[in-house]
């Protein structure tokens, strides 16, 4: 259940992974989720094997211990985005 902004979306407030057309991925808070762009807050990216990492197992890690918010802020465009999931249907 998302808190009583109706007009944030649906994933206002979930914390949510946003797979981008390249190599990264980002999860943190969704602001909010429209047609022109995510913005997450308190968020954490990460690129296909960094730190000898797939994005994979970046998010298996992320769903047992949680992430580190790296990002207060990052607004995604939806051009560059590829998909956005619940964190624990990511």
């Known amino acids: 259940m998302g ?4 007009d944030k979306g649906d994933l206002h407030g979930i914390t949510v992974v946003v ?8 999860v943190g808070r969704c ?3 429209n047609e022109h762009e995510t ?4 968020a954490d990216s990460h690129d296909e094997g ?3 990492q797939s994005n994979e197992q970046f998010l298996a890690n ?7 918010p790296r990002i207060k802020a990052i607004e ?15």
């Open 76 to 90: 995604i465009p939806a051009a560059d985005i590829a998909g956005v999931a619940r964190l624990n249907e990511g």
């Open 3 to 6: 808190t009583f902004h109706s």
């Open 50 to 52: 960094q730190e000898g």
């Open 62 to 68: 992320v769903q047992k211990w949680g992430h580190w």
């Open 39 to 42: 913005l997450l807050l308190d």
């Open 31 to 33: 602001d909010h989720h």
């Open 19 to 26: 797979r981008t057309h390249g190599p990264r991925i980002y």
